[in-house]
């Protein structure tokens, strides 16, 4: 039986990956901190918590990481843990540099000296393309992140290759584009429009305030990018892939498609911080802008090209944008509906 490591467990990655994992017959080993809510919701909700071992870790804590690789003797580590929001990393820049960055090197150098054998997973990121050279963005395309966090893991990933080239680690980057799931957290830009829009649709007095709907994404699910995460592992040497759907949508293209799915017709004025939506029949006023909803520096537009992971990998994408919104905006429905919207 192989043993898997999973950080990051609390997470939405964390929870499918989890689930992927002990339906392949792995041992896992969930990594979750202390200081943190200590929610396993979604564990819960996919019906692995009582199958997972759960253990204790903090990425600032070095000795932490060194027990548990001394305990566990991984087969495969995925390090899915960070500080993932972008937003607060610009508030919390040391912070982030810290759990993102240099929590990885800890990490490594514990898998270096404890279990050199090991294959390790780093979850790399979009945000590393940032102000993008080129579309659409493949392995090749240089970096220029745009957030304290896209610098973070830009550190993180080029330690990942370190590791592979200065101590023949089985070190793998995944850079993954946005992927999205009802196990999303609320404060990202997808699951905070689908139970914001599913209570309005309920008839209950919130407002959807956003910052940029200009910005564009490829969204795919995240049930099919833990997939692409295993299939790495699964090969014979670590190296580096983009996992992404090809198709980019703007998030005003996002909070549309909700709405039609939740039968609320939208009618959109203005532009930038004066854009607004209203209910077409109803004239109730859905969406405004807040300007402090705005980044200091923005990532506008991603599109992944994924090649390289479905000619090496065999990975495709499942789920495709319309399917992948339906999915978030039924969850929200029915959770709003028995008053219980879950971060
Ligand atoms: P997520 O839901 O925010 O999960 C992040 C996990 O990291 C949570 O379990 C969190 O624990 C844990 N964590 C935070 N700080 C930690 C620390 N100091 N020590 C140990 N654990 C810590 O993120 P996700 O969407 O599952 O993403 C998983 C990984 O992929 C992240 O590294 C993210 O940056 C990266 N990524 C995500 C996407 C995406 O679109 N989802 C795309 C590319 C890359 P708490 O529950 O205690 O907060
Ligand atoms: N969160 C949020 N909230 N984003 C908003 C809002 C809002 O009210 N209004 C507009 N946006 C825009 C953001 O400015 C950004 O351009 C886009 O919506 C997506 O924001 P997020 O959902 O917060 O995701 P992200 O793209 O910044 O980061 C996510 O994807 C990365 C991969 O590219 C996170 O999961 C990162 O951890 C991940 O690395």
Known sequence: MKRALVTGVTGQDGAYLTRLLLAKGYEVYGAYRHSASGSFWRLHELGVLD???????????FTNILRLCQKVKPDEIYNLAAQSF?????????????????????????????????????????????????????????????????????????????????????????????HESPLRGLQFVTRKITSTLARIALGEPVLLELGNVDAQRDWGFAGD?????????????????????????????????????????????????STTARHAKTGRTVLTIGAQLYRPAEVDHLLGDARRAADVLGWRPTVDFPELVTQLVRADFDRAKQGRILN
Request: with cysteine; net charge negative.
């Open 51 to 61: 199958d997972v071992k759960l253990e204790v870790l903090d990425l600032l804590e």
């Open 225 to 273: 990018f833990v997939e692409g995460m295993w299939r790495m592992l699964q090969q014979p040497q670590g190296g580096t892939y983009v996992l992404a759907t090809g198709v980019t949508h703007s998030v005003r293209n996002f909070v549309e498609t909700a709405a039609a799915a939740l039968d609320l017709p939208l009618v959109w004025d203005g532009e930038g911080v």
């Open 86 to 178: 972008v937003s607060h990393s610009f508030e919390q820049p040391v912070f982030t540099g810290d759990v993102n960055g240099l929590g990885v090197s800890r990490l490594l150098e514990a898998v270096r000296h404890v279990c050199p054998e090991a294959r390790f997973y780093q979850a790399s990121t979009s945000e590393m393309f940032g102000k993008v050279r080129e579309t659409p963005q493949n392995e090749d395309t240089p970096f220029h992140p745009r957030s304290p966090y896209g610098v973070s893991k830009l550190y993180a990933h080029w330690a990942t290759v370190n590791a592979r080239e200065s101590w023949g680690l089985h070190a793998t980057s995944g850079i993954l584009f946005n």
